[in-house]
């Protein structure tokens, strides 16, 4: 196979699943492989007219470029195509279902993005006097509205970026209220087996140490353990619900009276919001703090598209050390305090230099506004019962890793079912992309082995479903039907074949360059 100087396979390898055929040039029916941009060359190249540079050397002295800089040139339409072509490789939830458990990938409405356009929001400066902006800020005011009506709490800091940025916002916020009491003898956080890793680092990252506490074999937070575990040292402890299981916490309430009666904060990991959204308000099951993925819950594109947003709701105990700035109500209408002076002058600092995404903000207010109050409720409702689907259409054929009962927003399955097939969880995942679906969350949570979560979310229709769970029908039943080598061999069907995904994260080659030595090439 030809590689290219930055280990990437220049082609895709020749198929099993297609019966050993393979185009002669590296298409694959109308689809073109696309290099990388700087492998096309063009140098001399370029998509656009200027007119001759009239720099004088002398503005330049010593600093003038003598050599050319290897920017790749191309025409117009090869640009655009280049483009296409890698979007192409791209999975999106526009394409497809997305499965990913944990992710919460749904359907992001156009209205959204048409109204996150608006010049009024989209073409303001974070300079800008307040005065020149009433609008934004009232949109601001009314998403915080939305934000602590639906979790019932009374504040909400509105600026981090991101889930992990809200936890870290939270947990800041903790750090603050328990050193304006003077109690500076908590140095713990406690943190479930099960959890997403961003809540341990968060911890760590505030500088408390993690103490881990059990899960029972239904799933959930072991009470028994948790309270061995509660004592004066102990400053927050980090609980999602439901949780990466896909299960409701039966005892929250009772987590939080133990919590609060050790002096403790309850921080409570609200990534998975999106299942009980206008059913369930956190704020009445004694959630001292909690952030809101609005990439997950509130429709808004996520992350690697980005930016995200990651709001975080306090309770009365903690809003006096929300980050700034705050939206104050004053005698000329909102405006947003940006000095810890005031009410906010317990403030424990800033979460980022300006007020926050502004175009997540009008999207996930386009979302709420658009669904309403009952129809929020509905997807809470659809997101579980779609979950409940997938879980009782295929625990027949693969082994739930919590059999009883309902689950909410996600099904998890283990891979008791691939015992004795010569197939891991790893090798179905890849089989699912030459079925032309993108696979589930592998091996998380870690307390479930060989883990499978698969998050349907309430934006797929029972047609999609079908397809979905008709794909891994068909995939459970060559596993047991011994045709390993299928599964071994996946994806057959994709550009790329399985990449050494450990050797990236390790070593990734970040830059390209033009003349690496044949050996590394090879590798
Ligand atoms: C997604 C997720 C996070 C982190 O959120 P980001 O927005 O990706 O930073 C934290 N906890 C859980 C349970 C999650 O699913």
Same mark, same amino acid.
């Given at each position: 196979?030809?590689?290219?100087?930055?280990?990437?396979?220049?082609?895709?390898?020749?198929?099993?699943?297609?019966? *050993?055929?393979?185009?002669?040039?590296?298409?694959?029916?109308?689809?073109?492989?696309?290099?990388?941009?700087?492998?096309?060359?063009?140098?001399?190249?370029? *998509?656009?007219?200027?007119?001759?540079?009239?720099?004088?050397?002398?503005?330049?002295?010593?600093?003038?470029?003598?050599?050319?800089?290897?920017?790749?040139?191309?025409?117009?339409?090869?640009?655009?195509?280049?483009?296409?072509?890698?979007?192409?490789?791209?999975?999106?939830?526009?394409?497809?279902?997305?499965?990913?458990?944990?992710?919460?990938?749904?359907?992001? /409405? #156009?209205?959204?993005?048409?109204?996150?356009?608006?010049?009024?929001?989209?073409?303001?400066?974070?300079?800008?006097?307040?005065?020149?902006?009433?609008?934004?800020?009232?949109?601001?005011?009314?998403?915080?509205?939305? $934000?602590?009506?639906?979790?019932?709490? /009374?504040?909400?800091?509105?600026?981090?970026?991101?889930?992990?940025?809200?936890?870290?916002?939270?947990?800041?916020?903790?750090?603050?209220?328990?050193?304006? #009491?003077?109690?500076?003898?908590?140095?713990?956080?406690?943190?479930?087996?099960?959890?997403?890793?961003?809540?341990?680092?968060?911890?760590?990252?505030?500088?408390?140490?993690?103490?881990?506490?059990?899960?029972?074999?239904?799933?959930?937070?072991?009470?028994?353990?948790?309270?061995?575990?509660?004592?004066?040292?102990?400053?927050?402890?980090?609980?999602?619900?439901?949780?990466?299981?896909?299960?409701?916490?039966?005892?929250?309430?009772?987590?939080?009276?133990?919590?609060?009666?050790?002096?403790?904060? @309850?921080?409570?990991?609200?990534?998975? @919001?999106?299942?009980?959204?206008?059913?369930?308000?956190?704020?009445?099951?004694?959630?001292?703090?909690?952030?809101?993925?609005?990439?997950?819950?509130?429709?808004?594109?996520?992350?690697?598209?980005?930016?995200?947003?990651? /709001?975080?709701?306090?309770?009365?105990?903690?809003?006096?050390?929300?980050?700034?700035?705050?939206?104050?109500?004053?005698?000329?209408?909102?405006?947003?305090?940006?000095?810890?002076?005031?009410?906010?002058?317990?403030?424990?600092?800033?979460?980022?230099?300006?007020?926050?995404?502004?175009?997540?903000?009008?999207?996930?207010?386009?979302?709420?506004?658009?669904? *309403?109050?009952?129809?929020?409720?509905?997807?809470?409702?659809?997101?579980?019962?779609?979950?409940?689907?997938?879980?009782? #259409?295929?625990?027949?054929?693969?082994?739930?890793?919590?059999?009883?009962?309902?689950?909410?927003?996600?099904? $998890?399955?283990?891979?008791?079912?691939?015992?004795?097939?010569?197939?891991?969880?790893?090798? @179905?995942?890849?089989?699912?992309?030459?079925? *032309?679906?993108?696979?589930?969350?592998?091996?998380?949570?870690?307390?479930?082995?060989?883990?499978?979560?698969?998050?349907?979310?309430?934006?797929?229709?029972?047609?999609? $479903?079908? #397809?979905?769970?008709?794909?891994?029908?068909?995939?459970?039943?060559?596993?047991?039907?011994?045709?390993?080598?299928?599964?071994?061999?996946?994806?057959?069907?994709?550009?790329?074949?399985?990449?050494?995904?450990? $050797?990236?994260?390790?070593?990734?080659?970040?830059?390209?360059?033009?003349?690496?030595?044949?050996?590394?090439?090879?590798?």
């Amino acid at each position: 196979m030809s590689m290219n100087n930055v280990g990437r396979p220049t082609a895709p390898q020749s198929t099993t699943a297609s019966g *050993g055929f393979s185009s002669l040039t590296g298409g694959r029916g109308l689809l073109q492989d696309e290099v990388l941009i700087f492998e096309r060359g063009g140098w001399n190249k370029t *998509g656009v007219d200027l007119p001759e540079a009239t720099i004088q050397a002398d503005d330049l002295g010593d600093l003038i470029r003598t050599a050319p800089i290897g920017l790749p040139g191309l025409s117009e339409p090869e640009t655009m195509r280049h483009y296409v072509r890698l979007s192409q490789k791209n999975h999106a939830i526009d394409l497809a279902l997305y499965p990913l458990g944990s992710c919460t990938m749904k359907h992001n /409405p #156009r209205l959204n993005e048409k109204l996150a356009r608006l010049s009024g929001f989209a073409d303001i400066h974070p300079l800008q006097p307040q005065s020149t902006v009433p609008g934004a800020l009232e949109l601001m005011d009314r998403l915080a509205h939305w $934000l602590k009506t639906l979790t019932g709490m /009374p504040a909400v800091a509105l600026t981090p970026k991101a889930g992990a940025h809200g936890e870290l916002c939270g947990i800041l916020a903790i750090r603050a209220a328990h050193e304006a #009491r003077g109690d500076d003898a908590r140095k713990v956080v406690l943190v479930p087996t099960s959890a997403h890793g961003t809540n341990p680092a968060t911890a760590a990252f505030v500088g408390y140490s993690v103490r881990e506490i059990a899960q029972t074999d239904d799933g959930r937070v072991d009470l028994a353990d948790l309270e061995a575990k509660l004592g004066p040292d102990v400053a927050a402890i980090m609980v999602t619900n439901p949780n990466t299981c896909g299960l409701f916490e039966r005892d929250i309430v009772e987590i939080a009276r133990l919590t609060h009666a050790a002096g403790a904060y @309850f921080y409570c990991d609200g990534a998975n @919001f999106n299942a009980i959204v206008g059913r369930v308000r956190p704020g009445d099951l004694g959630v001292d703090a909690m952030h809101i993925n609005l990439h997950k819950t509130f429709s808004t594109p996520h992350g690697g598209g980005g930016p995200g947003a990651g /709001p975080v709701v306090l309770s009365e105990a903690l809003a006096p050390f929300a980050p700034t700035p705050w939206l104050v109500h004053g005698p000329d209408g909102l405006r947003l305090e940006e000095e810890a002076v005031g009410e906010a002058a317990q403030a424990f600092g800033r979460m980022s230099a300006f007020h926050g995404q502004m175009g997540m903000y009008v999207r996930a207010y386009a979302y709420m506004r658009s669904h *309403g109050a009952d129809g929020l409720k509905q997807v809470a409702e659809d997101a579980v019962l779609n979950a409940n689907y997938i879980k009782a #259409r295929l625990s027949d054929v693969m082994s739930p890793a919590f059999p009883d009962g309902p689950c909410m927003h996600e099904a $998890l399955f283990d891979d008791e079912w691939l015992e004795g097939t010569g197939v891991t969880t790893l090798d @179905f995942a890849k089989a699912m992309i030459d079925e *032309g679906f993108h696979p589930m969350t592998m091996y998380f949570p870690l307390v479930v082995h060989g883990a499978m979560l698969i998050e349907p979310t309430e934006t797929e229709s029972k047609h999609e $479903l079908d #397809r979905f769970i008709t794909a891994l029908r068909a995939l459970a039943e060559a596993a047991k039907a011994g045709d390993a080598d299928r599964f071994k061999g996946a994806p057959h069907l994709a550009p790329m074949r399985r990449l050494d995904e450990t $050797l990236a994260a390790r070593k990734p080659r970040l830059r390209w360059r033009p003349e690496a030595p044949a050996s590394l090439a090879a590798q």
